[in-house]
């Protein structure tokens, strides 16, 4: 499958402002490539170069050195034909104050040199819930109404790339799942190619096939979900009895990975591909206890986020 992004050694240097010549180092060889028809993670702390290379392939923010193709497009010798291909939602709410709605569609969509027979600006408000508000001014929408706005706008040249920068921070659970089910839409109907950076990592394991660990303006680590969370997820069994458990006879248990937690409490380390399942019961039993409670913990990006920047 063919690039839709493909960045190679990426560097973007600030002047500090403070002392003559020094810089500083927001992209540091960055290499990172994402494949056509993905819906793509992005996940880094505060400060790890995550706006920055948005900002890059958007063209707000030119790169001190590297090559950047956008759908093969390289955004030196042919920007605007890269920045025509790529939408960009922005994380901050900011909205245009004379226009409404409709009319702030069009002027975006002129923007891009798209002739008015060809616009989308009615099928873009009707598919995000927004028709009804046509003719209002966008200071006058709701917080989740402004945010499916900058969505709206994003898409009126129908990008073949859509990022979508903290899409969700902020809004209510209902809105965030309306907001789901639209990315998935544009992804699975269309083959838009989706770039999500966000701090709710259930959304990224929710939306994403593929995720890339963003520190100190690197790659750190990238790969497709499944093999990030078979790798490095943990899985873990926890069987809480109503009494006491004899320690001696957890010692005494060889070829199982398990470890006391408290007096009454033991947990099971599945994070193997091949779990004796019968193996366990069989332990359970032999402890001659009622069962209190159990809980069988999956993987989760958060878990994996906390070992990969930690590390």
């Given amino acids: ?9 990426l560097i973007k240097e600030y002047n ?23 819906i793509f993670g992005l996940l880094g702390p505060n400060g790890a170069g995550k706006s920055t290379l948005i900002n890059i392939l958007a063209g707000t923010v030119i790169k001190t050195s590297g090559e950047v ?3 093969g497009v390289d955004i030196d010798y042919q920007p605007k034909r890269a920045r025509s291909l790529i939408g960009v939602v922005p994380q901050e709410i900011v909205t245009d104050t004379f226009f409404p709605l409709w009319q702030a569609l069009e002027f975006t969509a002129g923007y891009f040199g798209i002739r008015p027979e060809n616009r989308i600006t ?10 009804d508000k046509r003719n ?16 709206a706008k994003a898409m009126v040249h129908s990008p073949r790339i859509l990022v979508l920068d903290e899409p969700t921070a902020g809004v209510d659970i209902e809105l965030r799942n309306q907001l789901w089910e639209y990315v998935k839409k544009l992804n699975q109907e269309q083959g838009v190619t989706i770039i999500i950076t966000t701090h709710y990592l259930a959304e990224a394991q929710e939306l994403c096939d593929n995720i890339a660990f963003i520190n100190d303006g690197k790659i750190i680590k990238q790969d497709s979900k499944k093999k990030l969370l078979a790798e490095l997820g943990s899985r873990y069994l926890d069987v809480e009895f109503e009494n006491a458990i004899d320690p001696v006879k957890v010692s005494s248990l060889k070829n199982t990975k398990l470890k006391l937690l408290n007096e009454n409490k033991i947990r099971f380390d599945l994070h193997t591909e091949n779990n004796d399942f019968t193996r366990i019961l069989e332990i359970i039993h032999s402890m001659d206890l009622r069962i209190k409670n159990l809980n069988l913990s999956e993987p989760d990006l958060e878990d994996i986020f906390h070992k990969i920047v930690k590390k």
């Fill in 16 to 38: 500090t402002g403070r002392v003559a010549n020094e810089k500083k180092l927001a992209l540091n060889g960055l290499d990172i490539n994402i494949e056509v028809g993905s």
């Fill in 69 to 71: 193709r956008v759908m």
């Fill in 122 to 131: 009615d099928q873009l408000l009707k598919t995000l819930s927004l028709y």
């Fill in 1 to 9: 499958m063919s690039d839709a992004i493909y960045v190679n050694n």
């Fill in 136 to 151: 209002s001014l966008p200071q006058r929408l709701s917080g989740g109404m402004k945010r499916r706005f900058l969505i």
